[in-house]
């Protein structure tokens, strides 16, 4: 179809620019890879992985919500599906078939488990929402209620989650893109990077 020939053209173009670096990077799912539902994610997962030749180039895999990295030593990458997280699950049928996370309690239990294991490390959070924004999508602009905006009621929950399993650590860094701009905002102590400037950019306001 039209709409699938565009979207391989669309990961054609980066293949170009990172496959000298594909052995030391990730592509993580977001609000428009999750549009078409599960089946549509997994075509994407395997078609990066031929594209890339590398078999954990998309985490986390199978339309999972979890995925831990050892970079080094000194640092994990924990990388979280947020849209997963996010989503309306009565809309994606056996979303979790293939995962052991099968529900979303679970899913943040393990999250503050993966920190616990990683004392002593910096934890690199991952994930396409940021839980916090000055953007279009944060508080000081999202008027309206819709599921990628932070005043929406599931995204609440799932900033105020991370947030609160956060501050029970002193290593904890967000990583996010969303806004199409660069951010660096601490809130409640807890540092989170927005780099969304890939291609047009969006203001923000200042905040902390």
């Known amino acids: 179809s039209e709409k699938k020939s565009s979207a391989?053209?669309?990961?054609?173009?980066?293949?170009?620019?990172?496959?000298?670096f594909s052995e030391r990077m990730y592509f993580i799912p977001g609000y428009s890879d999750w549009k078409h539902g599960l089946k549509s994610l997994k075509a994407q997962e395997n078609y990066l992985e031929d594209l890339f030749d590398n078999k954990n180039v998309f985490q986390p895999e199978?339309?999972?919500?979890?995925?831990?990295?050892e970079i080094n030593d000194n640092i994990d990458l924990l990388?979280?599906?947020?849209?997963?997280?996010?989503?309306?699950?009565?809309?994606?049928p056996n979303i979790n078939d293939h995962c052991e996370i099968k529900n979303k309690t679970e899913f943040y239990v393990e999250v503050e488990h993966e920190i616990i294991k990683s004392q002593g490390k910096t934890v690199l959070i991952a994930m396409y929402h940021p839980i916090a924004s000055y953007g279009k999508h944060?508080?000081?602009?999202?008027?309206?209620?819709?599921?990628?905006?932070?005043?929406?009621?599931?995204?609440?929950?799932?900033s105020k989650r991370l947030l609160t399993i956060a501050q029970q650590s002193t290593n904890v860094v967000f990583l996010s893109g969303h806004e199409q701009?660069?951010?660096?905002?601490?809130?409640k102590n807890i540092p989170t990077i927005i780099s969304g400037a890939g291609g047009k950019i969006q203001k923000a306001k200042q905040g902390s």
């Open 8 to 20: 391989k053209s669309n990961l054609d173009s980066y293949a170009s620019v990172f496959k000298p």
């Open 62 to 69: 199978k339309g999972c919500p979890i995925e831990k990295i």
């Open 79 to 92: 990388i979280l599906d947020s849209q997963w997280a996010l989503s309306d699950w009565d809309k994606i």
């Open 138 to 158: 944060g508080n000081s602009y999202a008027f309206g209620i819709g599921s990628q905006n932070l005043n929406n009621t599931y995204y609440k929950e799932y």
């Open 181 to 187: 701009n660069m951010q660096f905002i601490v809130e």
